[in-house]
T-cell receptor, first 113, second 113 residues
Framework: GEDVEQSLFLSVREGDSSVINCTYTDSSSTYLYWYKQEPGAGLQLLTYIFSNMDMKQDQRLTVLLNKKDKHLSLRIADTQTGDSAIYFCAERASGAGSYQLTFGKGTKLSVIP | DAGVTQSPTHLIKTRGQQVTLRCSPKSGHDTVSWYQQALGQGPQFIFQYYEEEERQRGNFPDRFSGHQFPNYSSELNVNALLLGDSALYLC????????????FGSGTQLSVL
């Protein structure tokens, strides 16, 4: 079955880099996503990567995908206090037109000023 | 360009009642998915609608039903509410032919007393 695992907490100092890790189990996943959720809010799409890519960079965000180990990471460079939030990793099921995502429980990122 | 909009933002119901939640997708999107997010958990997939039909369904009972209208907006109905149905209900929209982007609304917080 599908399962997505993330560590629950991460604490970093302002200006440092944050690395949030995720493992998934469905080898047929098509896309993998990172979403950000602030208190009382919905999910904000940060970035996503197609399963045949190894890396994707978007400004301060770098996503690395190790398909062999089913490991996904999100690196946030120069972490700011506004980055404090819960970050969710999600995998998308294979199948044409499917938008069924399986989410991890989220990693709470705390940025210390 | 409005993003995904959901209404109402908050709702309080009692056990046994029925509830209807509404979602308008992002402009240009034709596919709507619904997710349930319990406190401290990641979102769980309920179902997906495309061309006014339910295309995929997660592990939710028949008390959860939905509808998609010709203008692509959608409703989620929950009958015979249980205390355990208390959660944040998130709507997500996408385009069937897109490269994978899935955008979420801010959600409806449902409390069942």
């Amino acid at each position: 079955g599908e399962d997505v695992e993330q560590s629950l907490f991460l604490s970093v100092r302002e200006g440092d880099s944050s690395v949030i890790n995720c493992t998934y189990t469905d080898s047929s996943s098509t896309y993998l996503y990172w979403y950000k959720q602030e208190p009382g809010a919905g999910l904000q799409l940060l970035t996503y990567i197609f399963s045949n890519m190894d890396m994707k960079q978007d400004q301060r965000l770098t996503v690395l995908l190790n398909k062999k180990d089913k490991h996904l990471s999100l690196r946030i460079a120069d972490t700011q206090t506004g980055d404090s939030a819960i970050y969710f990793c999600a995998e998308r099921a294979s199948g044409a037109g499917s938008y069924q995502l399986t989410f991890g429980k989220g990693t709470k990122l705390s940025v210390i000023p | 360009d409005a993003g995904v909009t959901q209404s109402p933002t908050h709702l309080i119901k009692t056990r046994g009642q029925q509830v209807t939640l509404r979602c308008s997708p992002k402009s240009g999107h034709d596919t709507v998915s619904w997710y349930q997010q319990a406190l401290g958990q990641g979102p769980q997939f309920i179902f997906q609608y495309y061309e006014e039909e339910e295309r995929q369904r997660g592990n939710f009972p028949d008390r959860f039903s939905g509808h998609q209208f010709p203008n692509y907006s959608s409703e989620l109905n929950v009958n015979a509410l249980l205390l355990g149905d208390s959660a944040l209900y998130l709507c997500a929209s996408s385009h069937q032919q897109s490269s994978g982007k899935l955008f979420f609304g801010s959600g409806t917080q449902l409390s069942v007393l």
